[in-house]
């Protein structure tokens, strides 16, 4: 099962995959998040939340901080993440 993104105006999208390129960098803290599908329903600013992912069961939450329409990109800036404590089971 893949990961969605949750949306005031969508009930969800499923996501394709995640792309956390600068973790390193707290403060700068994005996530490039590809959508299967159209993604002109989300603007910069609309707060979503991505995950679970299938084995971590990672949980991501921010704002939409921009997007590439052409790649079905959202960029998200961070607020949270969040992973379980218990073992992933895989």
Do not use: W, Y
């Not at 600013?45 to 069961?57: I, N, Y």
């Amino acid at each position: 099962m893949r990961p969605c993104v949750t949306h005031a105006a969508f009930s969800s999208v499923i996501v394709e995959g995640i792309d956390l390129a600068s973790i390193h960098h707290p403060d700068l803290c994005r996530a490039e998040v590809r959508i299967q599908g159209a993604i002109d329903g989300f603007h910069k600013g609309d707060v979503v939340a991505v995950g679970p992912t299938p084995l971590s069961k990672l949980k991501i939450e921010g704002h939409v901080d921009g997007k590439d329409d052409t790649d079905n990109i959202l960029i998200l800036r961070i607020d949270d993440m969040i992973v379980p404590a218990e073992e992933p089971a895989h």
